[in-house]
Structures are given as structure tokens and as C-alpha cells.
């Protein structure tokens, strides 16, 4: 998201400690991203308040597509020989188990909070991602993947394009006809998705298949032009799943038919698709592949 969306980031916390603490105090940002803030005659009770003030003032705050998560600490200074240092380092050792505890279900609320920013900006893209996670349930399911992979590879199909929340709106709801610097920008959503999965353990797993979902069999597609065996299955899966979703929907001239699109994609088996997916694909196509929401 660039420095500039961390600045932004950085000083609606500092409005949201600002907000919440009306007390006379102290408010100083003490690290990259930490901020103190000394409250005299404050007891534990009105720490604890004043910590989940800050974290709804923070919580409504907005900074573009960037989200951010709030992890907190208080420590109060109770007798006059325990030391400002002695405090601090309380405070903090709090708010590094608070950060440590909830660090899963943080970072889970923030892929669900990009992907509903994304969605909000671009309601199609809530429907191609549905679509393609649905497809790609089907397909793993008709290659003989186990259940807990089908689902793996369903939500990969999912969060495929998460990386599109960089681009602009002019280019998010574009969708075709894109000119050459337009073409560029879309282009780098693989790449930018694989970055944002990667920051959380819980979706380390599914950023190759985000990166590689515009490879092509053949070694022609982008970011690397990787070729064959090499192009993760789950960005095999993806890529039949999103051209079926694209084709006949609103990203090309003419939405295709459900039968022409899918002899397109067999026409380009061992070419731009898999064989193996492809195969698979079409047998799932045989079995009313038309009502494949129906497994979202």
C-alpha cells in the first residue's frame, strides 16, 4: 500500500488515542508504529476504559483500502518507588500478549475487511469471486482432491484476486478494453495478492496460487511465465475456473454461452489450461455447472 497509506494509518490511531483520552496526559509516538500515552491520577478501571474507547474510535476510522489492527496495554504506576521504566515495560508486555493472543482472529478480520472493501468498490468482483470459488470446489472435487484440500483450493479461488484493492476505481470496474497502461496496472493484482497473503500465517498457503493464476501450460502467462507442472494445481484450478466466470459474464464483448465457453476452454487444453483441469472441468460442466453457487 506505499508509505504514504501507512502515514494516513499512523495518524488516525493518533486520532483515536486523541479522542479517547480527554484527560490531561501525555500522547507520544515512541516507535514506528507505538504510541504511549501517560495518564496522571488514572486507576486500572479507567485504563481499561479509555483502551476500548481507543479501539472503537480506531475501529471506525477509515484509511482508504489499508486496514489496520490495534493491539493495547496499561500498567498503572501505584507506589512511589516503582519506577516510570518499571511501568512502561509492564504496559508493554501486556499489549505484546494481547497482540500475541488475538493474532489469528486479527488477521483474519483484516483479509475479510480488504475483501469487503473490495467487493464494496466493485460489487462484480463479490460475484466472480463467489463464482470462481464455487468452480473450483467442483473441480478439485472431480480431480479426487480430499475434501480438506477441495475446500483449500475453493477458498484460494476466492481470495484470487484480493490483489485488485490497489488498483483505481477507473480501473477495478473497467474490466476489458483496457489500454496499455491500464493493462500494466491490472497485470500487477497477482502480484500484489501474493504480498498481502503472505503477511498472515493463516493464508501463507494460498499465495501461490494467487501469483500463478494468470500462468499459462504453455510458460506464456504472467507474472513469471512459469510453464506446465511447475504452475501451482490451485493456480491450474483457478485459471479454468475465472476464464468459465469471465467468459460468460461481462469481461469480454459478448458474454459467450455456457456451451461456447466451455468449448473454448477445451480448445485451449494443453495450450493456455491444463489437460488434467481441463478434464475435469468439462465432466463438472456435464453436471449443470450452471448451478454451481449452489455450493458457495
Known amino acids: 500500500f506505499g508509505h504514504t497509506a501507512g502515514d494516513r494509518l499512523l495518524i488516525e490511531a493518533a486520532a483515536a488515542f486523541k479522542k479517547a483520552s480527554s484527560e490531561k496526559g501525555i500522547l507520544a509516538r515512541i516507535g514506528g508504529d507505538e504510541f504511549a500515552l501517560v495518564l496522571p491520577l488514572c486507576d486500572e478501571a479507567r485504563a481499561n476504559e479509555i483502551m476500548a474507547e481507543i479501539k472503537s474510535a480506531f475501529g471506525l476510522s477509515s484509511s482508504g483500502d489499508i486496514i489496520g489492527s490495534l493491539s493495547l496495554g496499561a500498567s498503572t504506576k ?46 462484480r468482483e463479490k460475484i466472480h469471486s463467489e463464482n470462481v470459488y464455487a468452480l473450483c470446489k467442483r473441480i478439485a472435487r472431480e480431480m479426487g482432491l480430499s ?26 470496474t473497467k ?28 493464508t501463507l498457503d494460498l499465495s501461490d496460487g494467487v501469483l500463478s493464476h494468470h500462468e499459462h501450460w504453455d510458460g506464456s502467462g504472467y507474472p513469471k511465465g512459469t510453464a506446465g507442472e511447475e504452475i501451482p494445481l490451485s493456480g491450474r484450478i483457478i485459471a479454468v475456473a475465472e ?8 469481461y469480454y464483448e459478448r458474454s459467450k454461452t455456457h456451451e461456447e465457453a466451455v468449448a473454448e476452454i477445451e480448445s485451449l487444453a494443453g495450450s493456455r489450461f491444463d489437460r488434467r483441469v481441463v478434464s475435469a472441468f468439462t465432466k463438472a460442466a456435464g453436471k449443470n455447472i450452471r448451478e454451481m453457487g449452489s455450493d458457495k
Open 243 to 250: 476464464a468459465y466466470d469471465a467468459m460468460t459474464n461481462d
Open 147 to 172: 475434501e480438506a484440500e477441495v475446500n483449500r483450493v475453493a477458498e484460494n479461488g476466492y481470495y484470487h484476486d484480493i490483489g485488485k484493492i490497489v488498483l483505481d476505481d477507473s480501473v477495478l
Open 78 to 123: 501505584t507506589e512511589p518507588g516503582q519506577s516510570m521504566a518499571e511501568t512502561i515495560e509492564s504496559a508493554e508486555n501486556r499489549m505484546y500478549r494481547e497482540k500475541t493472543i488475538n493474532r489469528t482472529k486479527n488477521n483474519t478480520n483484516m483479509i475479510r475487511k480488504i475483501m469487503g472493501r473490495l467487493h464494496e468498490r466493485s460489487p
Open 175 to 202: 474490466h476489458r478494453n483496457f489500454n496499455e497502461e491500464e493493462y500494466r496496472k491490472m497485470q500487477q493484482h497477482s502480484v500484489v495478492g501474493y504480498r498481502i497473503l503472505n503477511l498472515f500465517d493463516e
